[in-house]
């Protein structure tokens, strides 16, 4: 089934330690995107990228840093963790309309990563 | 930046009965708005959308209406069933932008 595949669905991890995200879309979507989900305060946006080559910074981008060598893959990365990191990580990934290019797409969802530091 | 405002933040109904949910948005530029439903340990789903240039879009027991003058949009979900419990995010998009703004969201509950 075509889709958004996250890798490790949770993790605990020491404060300190670095930790890379995986996300894998089979649906050759241009954008892809990170999110982190906390209670009350919904979906925060970490960093995107809208096309393999490109990234951005979202909202809350401190702490974390993205690469896009190839259209599939947007690994998520902690460099050194911290307690205030502990959260749900949600990867996302857009098409692009062919016949209008800037035409907004929805999003599509992976189910999330369950990150807890200690 | 756009800022997207959602109420309320949870939200009862009792089965068969209908449930609403506003959002509002800052960016008059903003023209794409869709809503997900998120079920317990799952990533948001899609459930409609609509573009800036309609101001209202059903499908089957959902609807979303868009009034772009006071920048405000809202989901409509009719006889509700407790499949219909879970956790609604509304969003708004502007036009190359690289990403979405999201609403903080709603817990339905939909009792039987």
């Known amino acids: 089934i075509a889709g958004i595949t996250q890798a490790p669905t949770s993790q605990i991890l020491a404060a300190g330690r670095r930790m890379t995200l995986r996300c894998t879309q089979d649906?050759?979507?241009?954008?892809m995107y990170w999110y982190r989900q906390d209670l009350g305060l919904g979906l925060r946006l970490i960093h995107y990228?809208?096309?393999?080559?490109?990234?951005g910074k979202g909202e809350v981008p401190d702490g974390y840093s993205v690469s896009r060598a190839n259209t599939d893959d947007f690994p998520l990365t902690l460099a050194s963790a911290v307690p205030s990191q502990t959260s749900v990580y949600f990867c996302?990934?857009?098409?692009?309309?062919?016949?209008?290019?800037?035409?907004?797409?929805?999003?599509?969802f992976g189910d999330g990563t369950r990150l807890s530091i200690l | 930046g756009e800022n997207v405002e959602q109420h309320p933040s949870t939200l009862s109904v009792q089965e068969g009965d209908s449930a609403v949910i506003k959002c509002t948005y800052s960016?008059?530029?903003?023209?794409?708005f869709p809503w997900y439903k998120q079920e317990l340990g799952k990533g948001p789903q899609l459930i409609i959308d609509?573009?800036?240039?309609?101001g209202e879009k059903k499908d089957q027991r959902i609807a979303v209406t868009l009034n772009k003058t006071a920048k405000h949009f809202s989901l409509h979900i009719t006889e509700t069933q407790p499949e219909d419990s879970a956790v609604y995010f509304c969003?708004?998009?502007?036009?190359?932008?690289?990403?979405?703004?999201f609403g903080d969201g709603t817990t339905l509950t939909v009792k039987p």
């Open positions: 996302a990934s857009s098409d692009r309309d062919r016949e209008r290019p800037y035409s907004n797409q929805p999003q599509h």
């Open positions: 649906m050759r979507h241009n954008a």
């Open positions: 990228s809208n096309t393999a080559g490109t990234t």
């Open positions: 960016d008059s530029a903003s023209n794409y």
């Open positions: 609509i573009r800036s240039n309609v």
């Open positions: 969003a708004a998009r502007t036009p190359n932008a690289g990403k979405s703004t």
